[in-house]
Nanobody
Framework: QVRLVESGGGLMQPGGSLRLSCAAS????????IGWFRQAPGKEREGVSC????????YYADSMKGRFTISRDNAENKVYLQMNSLTPEDTAVYYC?????????????????????WGQGTEVTVSS
């Protein structure tokens, strides 16, 4: 059974850091482009970052550039999202996602409609 499980969320003060993990079961994350999206209360789900299957290609939404870093650990079958300099505007549920059509996709698409399989999300709250 194909499954994605996010973890690592929590409550953090502004300026702090969190590392989110996306663990896969039933398939090898290394073979696919993987995306991270987030959804804040009352807002639409938006793109955060993505990584191509080779890890050479990455994408970051403008507000995450310089603060967030996406990476892979193929041996652990995980993708990570390191988030630094957090602000209250980063408060959201964070989701990792993939799609079978993104097998061996060197360039990861930032568009939400490209992704069809989602984890349950992990909640990040940034507040003092």
């Amino acid at each position: 059974q194909v499954r994605l499980v996010e973890s690592g969320g929590g409550l953090m003060q502004p300026g702090g850091s969190l590392r989110l993990s996306c663990a896969a079961s039933g398939f090898a994350l290394a073979d696919y482009a993987i995306g991270w999206f987030r959804q804040a209360p009352g807002k639409e789900r938006e793109g955060v970052s993505c990584i191509g299957s080779s890890a050479d290609n990455t994408y970051y939404a403008d507000s995450m550039k310089g603060r967030f870093t996406i990476s892979r650990d193929n041996a652990e079958n995980k993708v990570y999202l390191q988030m630094n300099s957090l602000t209250p505007e980063d408060t959201a549920v964070y989701y990792c996602t993939f799609d079978p059509s993104l097998y061996r996709a060197y360039v990861c698409p930032p568009d939400i409609y490209k992704y069809g399989s989602w984890g349950q999300g992990t909640e990040v709250t940034v507040s003092s």
